[in-house]
């Protein structure tokens, strides 16, 4: 068992049992379902738009290699930089490199969960700069010393009194109040000082949208249109798999994405950038590059099975459906993107050993493949994985001999039922004996949290034999 199975059944264990956590999750999630739901339907036909989506994303994927061409030529010709990085480490030091020759000693962030997965704001912070999120939920995990909770609500797990709380100790002379409003005013205040002192923004993408030659990002908050015009350098870094190719495509990828994210019509800022100012612009920045990431992304374009994982346009809604995710919370995953999505990918994009656990925790009750807005059968890539950890001979050796014999016994109907009338004969003769349910082995699981089951005095098989004779 891996260092991070291990935590992650402990940290599982100890959310579980939160109930404050629960309850905090619970509220959270409540709104963002009736949100949703309402948000659905303002749509003349929510499934006709799924479907687009999904057509759309599939497109974008099929031509990725041309459409991203065609994307880095309207922005070079504009006077933008594109740099394809093959991975984490190949786009921090593009990014670190852009940031020196620049002198840049402040930078502020917009959301972008790429720079989480590339590990960026260390790499910078270790060159003397300051970085900040200016995402208002990023902000307060970037003051608690976390990683975001959620991909679309970073701070969803803490409640207003700990906000207070974190405000009152970090910006003590911005304080007015502590309404929800006040708050967000507060952060605001604080925010505006690094805002005019950055020489640097760096934002994410939503999509890039190829006929245009244009960068797309939808927020709610402003801090990305600030992000993005006000310091003299813009980066922007993205996945290759938001490529969409046409600019008509946003017609029904913005109102999807904002209507699953968060239930709103369309999100309160939807931009356009698609490249440095021009003589005739008095806003933007003068500098302007766009880093492709590929960090693993090519390697599930390669796998069939695992290729439409890209489609994904990070709307957070499988989380949010995850019965695992609602119980165990997102920190618990420590992987940058959690739930469902986030055990999907990351066994591709890191590795089966460290990651591969992550596609256990699923009870494949498929609530995640209804909600997807581009219908990724998240299910089935869950299984895939399971099926590529065991391949890579990661299963425990019990296991193994389990399944085994499982095979054997169900592959004759008498096996299976002398090995089904000695289970129960043994469980029954250890049960009557006073042996613990606690010590029953891999059932032991079960019995930790619920009562032990009456073991059945009939089988299924003779329950029906009684009922229907021999049919
Ligand atoms: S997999 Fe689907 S539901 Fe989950 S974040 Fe991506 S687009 Fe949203």
Same mark, same amino acid.
């Given at each position: 068992?891996?260092?991070l199975? %291990?935590?992650?059944?402990?940290?599982a264990?100890?959310?579980s049992?939160?109930?404050?956590?629960?309850s905090t999750?619970?509220?959270?999630i409540?709104?963002?379902d009736?949100?949703?739901?309402?948000?659905?339907?303002?749509?003349?036909?929510?499934?006709?738009?799924r479907?687009?989506? =999904?057509?759309?994303?599939s497109?974008?994927?099929?031509?990725?290699?041309s459409?991203l061409e065609?994307? %880095?030529?309207?922005i070079? /010709?504009r006077?933008?930089h594109?740099?394809?990085?093959?991975?984490?480490?190949? *786009?921090r030091?593009?990014?670190?490199d852009?940031?020196?020759?620049n002198?840049?000693?402040?930078?502020?962030k917009?959301?972008?969960?790429?720079t989480?997965?590339?590990?960026?704001?260390?790499?910078?912070?270790?060159?003397?700069?300051?970085?900040?999120?200016?995402?208002?939920?990023?902000l307060i995990?970037?003051?608690?010393?976390?990683?975001?909770?959620?991909?679309?609500?970073? =701070?969803?797990h803490?409640t207003?009194?700990q906000?207070?709380?974190?405000?009152r100790e970090?910006?003590?002379?911005d304080?007015?109040?502590?309404?929800?409003? %006040?708050?967000?005013?507060?952060?605001?205040?604080?925010? &505006?000082?690094a805002?005019f002192?950055?020489?640097?923004?760096?934002?994410g993408? @939503?999509?890039?949208? /190829?006929? *245009?030659g244009?960068v797309a990002?939808?927020t @709610?908050?402003?801090?990305?249109?600030?992000?993005t015009?006000?310091?003299?350098?813009?980066?922007?870094v993205?996945?290759?798999?938001?490529v969409?190719?046409?600019?008509?495509?946003l017609?029904?990828l913005?109102?999807?994405l904002?209507?699953t994210?968060?239930?709103?019509?369309?999100?309160?800022?939807?931009?356009?950038?698609?490249?440095?100012?021009?003589?005739?612009e008095?806003?933007?920045?003068?500098?302007?590059?766009?880093?492709?990431?590929?960090?693993?992304?090519?390697?599930?374009?390669?796998?069939?099975?695992?290729?439409?994982?890209?489609r994904?346009?990070?709307?957070?809604?499988?989380?949010?459906?995850?019965?695992v995710?609602?119980?165990?919370?997102g920190?618990?995953?420590?992987s940058t993107y959690p739930?469902?999505?986030?055990?999907?990918?990351?066994?591709? #994009?890191?590795?089966?050993?460290?990651?591969?656990?992550?596609?256990?925790?699923?009870?494949? $009750?498929t609530?995640?493949?209804?909600? $997807?807005?581009?219908?990724?059968?998240?299910?089935?890539?869950?299984?895939? @994985?399971?099926?590529e950890?065991?391949?890579?001979?990661?299963?425990?050796?019990?296991?193994?001999?389990?399944?085994?014999? #499982?095979r054997?016994? /169900?592959?004759?109907?008498? &096996?299976?039922?002398? #090995?089904?009338?000695i289970?129960?004969k043994?469980? &029954?003769?250890?049960?009557?004996?006073g042996?613990?349910p606690?010590?029953?082995?891999?059932?032991?699981?079960?019995?930790?949290?619920?009562?032990?089951?009456?073991?059945?005095k009939?089988?299924?098989?003779?329950?029906?034999?009684k009922?229907?004779? @021999?049919?």
């Amino acid at each position: 068992m891996s260092r991070l199975s %291990e935590e992650f059944l402990v940290s599982a264990a100890h959310k579980s049992a939160d109930l404050t956590h629960r309850s905090t999750i619970k509220r959270n999630i409540s709104s963002y379902d009736a949100a949703v739901a309402k948000g659905k339907t303002r749509f003349a036909d929510f499934e006709a738009a799924r479907a687009r989506a =999904a057509q759309v994303k599939s497109e974008g994927i099929r031509n990725l290699a041309s459409l991203l061409e065609t994307f %880095e030529s309207k922005i070079i /010709a504009r006077g933008g930089h594109v740099y394809w990085a093959e991975n984490s480490e190949d *786009a921090r030091q593009y990014i670190c490199d852009v940031a020196q020759r620049n002198q840049v000693k402040t930078v502020v962030k917009s959301k972008s969960m790429v720079t989480e997965e590339i590990h960026l704001s260390p790499a910078l912070e270790k060159l003397g700069m300051k970085v900040w999120e200016t995402d208002l939920g990023e902000l307060i995990v970037q003051l608690r010393h976390e990683p975001p909770y959620h991909i679309v609500t970073p =701070a969803m797990h803490l409640t207003r009194e700990q906000i207070r709380d974190l405000f009152r100790e970090q910006m003590p002379d911005d304080m007015t109040g502590e309404t929800h409003q %006040e708050l967000v005013a507060t952060a605001r205040r604080f925010l &505006r000082r690094a805002f005019f002192a950055a020489e640097m923004g760096i934002s994410g993408a @939503n999509f890039l949208v /190829a006929d *245009a030659g244009l960068v797309a990002i939808s927020t @709610n908050e402003g801090n990305g249109r600030l992000t993005t015009s006000l310091p003299r350098v813009h980066v922007v870094v993205t996945g290759i798999e938001k490529v969409i190719p046409r600019l008509q495509d946003l017609g029904v990828l913005w109102p999807v994405l904002a209507a699953t994210g968060t239930g709103q019509p369309i999100t309160t800022y939807s931009t356009l950038i698609g490249g440095p100012t021009t003589a005739d612009e008095i806003d933007g920045p003068e500098e302007f590059h766009v880093v492709l990431v590929d960090n693993g992304r090519t390697e599930v374009l390669a796998d069939k099975a695992q290729q439409e994982l890209l489609r994904c346009i990070r709307c957070g809604a499988c989380l949010n459906i995850c019965p695992v995710y609602r119980q165990v919370g997102g920190h618990t995953y420590q992987s940058t993107y959690p739930g469902p999505i986030g055990s999907a990918l990351m066994p591709i #994009f890191q590795s089966q050993q460290e990651y591969g656990h992550l596609s256990y925790a699923c009870s494949l $009750c498929t609530a995640c493949n209804s909600v $997807c807005p581009v219908k990724i059968k998240l299910s089935d890539h869950l299984l895939e @994985n399971r099926r590529e950890y065991v391949a890579e001979g990661n299963a425990k050796i019990s296991e193994k001999i389990g399944f085994s014999l #499982f095979r054997w016994a /169900a592959m004759s109907s008498t &096996r299976f039922a002398l #090995f089904g009338w000695i289970g129960r004969k043994t469980l &029954r003769a250890g049960l009557a004996m006073g042996i613990s349910p606690h010590a029953l082995g891999p059932l032991a699981n079960w019995t930790k949290y619920r009562a032990m089951m009456d073991v059945p005095k009939d089988s299924f098989r003779d329950l029906w034999r009684k009922q229907n004779g @021999n049919h």
